[in-house]
């Protein structure tokens, strides 16, 4: 990227002649001594409850967004179960939630975290019989859960969202 797209996205601001990250820029860039708490933590649990406190596998990532992302997107394909079908000669092999649904979620659980608060992380879990993925914040104040289902969004970080399309 050129230090004009960085200006256009919004990832770097000019102040009296001097470069600086935006609160997105520093999300995106992963500058992590600043938002250590934007990170994702991800786990695969053994069963169907938290209550066993028994995991087959646990990771955290910290560092830039997308990386976060497709960090957590990789364990999840790496853990999700899969079925196979026969199909006349072939075996088809899919897995048992959607993949695409997955990446989906944890775009959004990213694009729309709330950064204001510290005290939590981006939560990926995988069980036995579902996938949760918990993002900390609550539902802007303009916005409900009717309006959703109507259709209705809101972007809460501008720079991260724009980002996040612009890279696909």
Do not use: C, W
Not at 34 to 41: C, D, E, M, V, W
Not at 57 to 82: M, R, T
Not at 87 to 113: F, T
Not at 121 to 140: H, M, N, Q, W, Y
Request: charged share 30%; hydrophobic share 40%; glycine share 8%.
């Amino acid at each position: 990227m050129t230090k004009s797209d960085l200006y256009n996205l919004k990832i770097l601001k000019n102040i009296r002649q001097r470069d600086y990250l935006t609160v997105g820029g520093a999300l995106l860039s992963g500058k992590d001594n600043l938002f250590g708490y934007a990170k994702i933590s991800y786990a695969r649990f053994k069963g169907i409850s938290l209550s066993t406190k028994e995991f087959i596998d646990q990771k955290e990532y910290s560092g830039p967004l997308y990386k976060k992302v497709e960090s957590a997107f990789n364990f999840a394909i790496e853990h999700i179960e899969k079925r196979g079908e026969i199909k006349g000669l072939k075996r088809e092999d899919s897995y048992i939630v959607p993949i695409e649904a997955i990446r989906e979620a944890l775009v959004n659980a990213v694009v729309h975290r709330d950064y204001s608060i510290k005290g939590s992380d981006i939560k990926l879990a995988i069980f036995d019989d579902r996938v949760e993925i918990t993002s900390p914040g609550g539902l802007p104040v303009n916005l409900s859960v009717d309006l959703i289902l109507q259709g209705l969004s809101e972007i809460r970080n501008r720079v991260i969202a724009r980002f996040f399309k612009e890279i696909g």
